[in-house]
């Protein structure tokens, strides 16, 4: 689909309403499981809090949103999607646009409701980095705040590693992942059709199989 057509399309941004509604959701719920408790104190929150309420968020907002963008709202995992293929270009990037001002907004109306120090408290990491892992729950709070340290930290090691596992589960792990498959990807070729015919040369070598199995045996013999 060519870009013009591609913006005129009513799908192309109800995805883009979905990933900035997806987003926000899940970064305002994640920050406000992070708040410290207790009025006037600054307390930092069990770590299963947190953990718990952004896995079942995710879930939540996949039944949700899913099949209108597929609820990625992390920029890492958008990333993946376009380096394997499954997204183009005009998408990826405007769907990392729309998560980071999702993010942005729900770290307002958080920021807003809460003490300055609590707020501030919000974008300091645990013993090592907090486990982030999504680049536009650290850039909301990053944009309130005005607190950018090692911030490039929480955008490179979350999209690496989306990518590498995108990847290594594309070209070696998956059903569909062939040499072929993994050429096409390098040379901008189309995947679709590499997994077509290698699915096509998958039934063709498999039918004597099945056609055997399925041919009756001889009278006197057991089935």
């Known amino acids: 689909m060519a870009i013009g057509e591609e913006l005129r399309s009513r799908r192309f941004w109800r995805s883009l309403l979905a990933e900035a509604a997806a987003t926000l959701i899940f970064v305002w719920l994640v920050l406000g499981a992070s708040c410290p408790g207790g009025p006037g104190r600054v307390?930092?929150?069990p770590a299963l809090q947190p953990a718990l309420t952004a896995g079942l968020a995710a879930v939540g907002l996949a039944h949700c949103f899913g099949e209108v963008s597929g609820a990625q709202a992390n920029p890492a995992l958008t990333l993946a999607f376009l380096c394997t293929r499954k997204?183009?270009?005009?998408?990826?990037?405007?769907?990392?646009?729309a998560q980071c001002?999702?993010?942005i907004l729900a770290s307002a109306a958080v920021y807003l409701a809460l003490p300055a120090a609590a707020a501030s408290h919000l974008v300091t990491r645990g013993t090592f980095s907090g486990g982030s892992m999504n680049p536009a729950r650290s850039l909301g709070p990053a944009v309130l705040t005005g607190i950018w340290d090692h911030h490039w930290v929480y955008w490179i090691g979350p999209s690496?590693?989306?990518v590498l596992a995108g990847l290594s589960y594309e070209f070696l792990f998956a059903s569909s992942a062939s040499r072929e498959k993994l050429v096409a990807c390098l040379?901008?070729?189309d995947i679709d059709i590499v997994e077509t015919a290698s699915v096509s040369r998958s039934s063709l070598?498999?039918?004597p199989q099945d056609a055997?199995?399925?041919k009756p045996p001889p009278k006197g013999e057991p089935r």
């Open 43 to 45: 307390t930092a929150p």
């Open 87 to 97: 997204l183009d270009a005009l998408r990826g990037a405007a769907y990392v646009l």
């Open 101 to 103: 001002l999702g993010a």
């Open 160 to 162: 690496l590693g989306a």
């Open 187 to 189: 040379t901008c070729r």
């Open 205 to 207: 070598s498999t039918a």
């Open 212 to 214: 055997a199995r399925a």
